[in-house]
């Protein structure tokens, strides 16, 4: 079984903390970042199968999910 390559962008690195202990202990392969810029970056070279992006982050949020998406492979 293949497992499962998530990519958490947030600003808060509590968040980033908990999200990724969380994520780990199902066996999920996890990056996490701080900023949307650099997601933007790390999806050329290490595609997830699914993101979390927080909506409230700033100078890329959630909101421009759909550029990241555009950029993926």
Do not use: C, Y
Not at 29 to 49: K, M, S
Not at 51 to 68: F, K, L, Q, T, Y
Request: hydrophobic content about 45%; charged content about 25%.
């Amino acid at each position: 079984m293949q497992t499962l390559r998530v990519l958490v962008v947030d600003d808060n690195p509590h968040a980033l903390t908990i999200v990724r202990m969380v994520l780990q202990g199902v066996g999920a392969e996890v990056r996490d970042l701080t900023n949307g810029r650099t997601a933007l970056d790390i999806l050329g070279v290490w595609p997830a199968d699914v993101g979390i992006v927080s909506d409230e982050m700033r100078p890329m949020s959630g909101a421009n999910r759909p550029r990241m998406k555009a950029r993926a492979p």
